[in-house]
């Protein structure tokens, strides 16, 4: 009784003691310079949406999205940029409709039907080749195919660079999310005497569509930052979106405008007061 | 268990007739030769058990026999298996087809990420629509024969993983039973499930053979002496190569095994 009761104390007391003062001080440390570098990634993220709510909110009114810009220089006339938000829903929605369709079969063939051939092997080469491509090369060969053969900046050519930017990011996010698909499932849909058409459409894109969504909505989000693929295609217009085949106006590149404007007014202001200083 | 062994007499063996003919198959996944030279009937209406040691080939066997084992790999195919007569590894064979008459049951329950109701109605839309009511009845029937109905016939829009991995198991039989095939192959179909979800399956097997041909891989030789007619022992040579050893009904392999190794097996000297 008396070893038995004198284990139980010293067990206790070991359960119940500090770790050593070397690890305390090592795990306190790892703890503060985690904290640390988080904080440090997560200040430009916080720093982008205060400037953006405290310079924002104020001018933020209905009128911001019903309205054409006002001419620049005006004072007091309704301003907004209507017209930025349909052209870029507009593009995003046409460069959707075609890489959609295309990057889902496209991974669909890969995944599924291709069985490692060598052609699967290039044309998944091609296209993680193509989602590395710089997004302002995709604006110059867009420029290429389209402006320069219809004679036009076009939403049409803006929407085919966008889908450019999108499909390989759909292509390979759907490859990995069908790749995820067990094949006790493929198995078990074969075992009731699906063909393998059957098979993918019913049970393996049904299965993998979270991924896939995922995959959808991030080249969407890509799609509708991109400035660059718009510069040379879609161009600028100040007025209504009017038809596919005429300059649009984007989101993007208003931000992009009002910024090289500010520049552009700034350098003058600068040059003039150096000018001013010399003649002095 | 309760119910009485079928298999008293030695002479249905000759006689019955057979739903699947396998005569001398050879089976290569690649260049590595895993499974050589089995002979034996799949017998009508009965059950047919396939035992034998880890590594001897039985599941290859068994995946040979209504060719889903070519879906996960290159192999390759010798000697003959016949479906009623029709030779299964003809090229005019349509592969779909044919396993909508031989079902398969997989070793781990793997119903879709779908409702009940979807799972059991799967086979049956992937092979042409039939009318709703007609769907349901189907659907019905399915569920009552694997003995599910009872427990699921308020829950048929909710997903099949919310079941039990036994109600799980008797889903995919279920799933099975719905397109109606001539003959069932289960592979180790109660090595996932507890003691009281094997039981289940296993009266299961027992209540479907009147109906139904099944030939089921099984490494629980209790389990193949309770539920079989007939059962087939496989094991593996010198050189790792599968192997039938010996087929006869369920009491002669028991009880009067002919070659030492399915007597040391049954006996639990070796495997």
């Known amino acids: ?280 | 268990m309760s119910y009485s062994a079928p298999n008293d007499s030695g002479s249905l063996y000759p006689d019955a007739p057979a739903a699947m003919r396998v005569t001398n198959l050879s089976f290569s996944y690649g260049t590595r030769l895993v499974l050589e030279g089995v002979t034996m009937p799949i017998t009508q209406k009965h059950v047919t058990a396939i035992i034998g040691p880890s590594g001897c080939g039985k599941s290859t066997f068994i995946k040979s026999l209504n060719r889903i084992g070519e879906l996960e790999t290159q192999v390759q195919v010798k000697g003959k298996v016949e479906f009623f007569g029709q030779d299964i590894y003809s090229p005019k064979v349509n592969i779909n087809r044919l396993r909508r008459q031989i079902g398969m049951v997989f070793q781990k329950p793997n119903p879709f990420t779908m409702s009940i109701y979807d799972n059991v109605a799967y086979g049956v839309r992937v092979s042409g629509s039939l009318p709703k009511r007609a769907l349901d009845e189907v659907v019905e029937s399915a569920l009552v024969g694997a003995a599910l109905w009872d427990e699921v016939k308020d829950y048929l829009s909710k997903s099949a993983l919310g079941l039990s991995g036994g109600q799980q198991q008797r889903l995919c039989i279920a799933r099975a039973l719905a397109i109606k095939p001539k003959v069932l192959l289960m592979d180790e179909p109660c090595s996932a499930l507890d003691p009281i979800a094997t039981r289940k399956i296993e009266e299961l097997i027992h209540s479907l053979r009147s109906e139904l041909t099944i030939a089921i891989v099984t490494h629980n030789m209790q389990q193949a002496a309770r539920i079989s007619d007939y059962t087939a022992f496989f094991s593996t040579d010198e050189s790792q190569i599968g192997q039938m050893v010996e087929f006869g009904t369920t009491t002669q392999i028991f009880k009067e095994a002919i070659d030492t190794r399915t007597q040391d097996y049954v006996e639990g000297r070796f495997g």
């Open chain 1, 1 to 280: 009784m008396q070893t038995t009761s004198e284990t139980n104390l010293s067990l206790a007391e070991d359960l119940q003691a500090d770790l050593p003062i070397k690890r305390q001080l090592f795990s306190y440390g790892m703890t503060a310079i985690a904290l640390l570098l988080t904080a440090l990634a997560l200040l430009p993220l916080f720093s982008i949406l205060f400037s953006i709510v405290q310079q924002g909110l104020p001018q933020l009114s209905w009128q911001t999205f019903t309205t054409l810009p006002s001419p620049t220089g005006s004072v007091g006339e309704p301003d907004g940029f209507g017209n930025a938000i349909i052209g870029t829903a507009v593009m995003v929605g046409m460069a959707s409709l075609i890489s959609i369709p295309v990057g889902i079969m496209t991974a669909i063939f890969l995944a599924e039907f291709s069985q490692g051939s060598a052609i699967a092997g290039f044309v998944r080469f091609v296209v993680t080749i193509l989602s590395g491509v710089p997004s302002i090369v995709v604006g110059v060969f867009a420029y290429g195919v389209i402006v320069l053969a219809t004679k036009e900046f076009s939403a049409l050519a803006g929407s085919f660079a966008l889908a450019v930017v999108m499909l390989p990011i759909v292509v390979l996010s759907t490859e990995s999310a069908l790749l995820l698909v067990p094949t006790a499932q493929k198995l078990a849909s074969a075992g009731l005497g699906a063909s393998r058409f059957q098979t993918t459409f019913r049970v393996v894109l049904a299965s993998a569509l979270p991924g896939i969504m995922t995959g959808i909505l991030l080249a969407i989000a890509r799609a509708a930052g991109e400035t660059a693929p718009l510069i040379f295609t879609a161009l600028f217009s100040t007025s209504w979106f009017d038809n596919l085949l005429s300059p649009t106006s984007s989101l993007s590149v208003l931000i992009y405008n009002y910024i090289s404007l500010k520049v552009l007014l700034k350098n003058i202001i600068w040059l003039g007061q150096r000018l001013w200083c010399c003649s002095v």
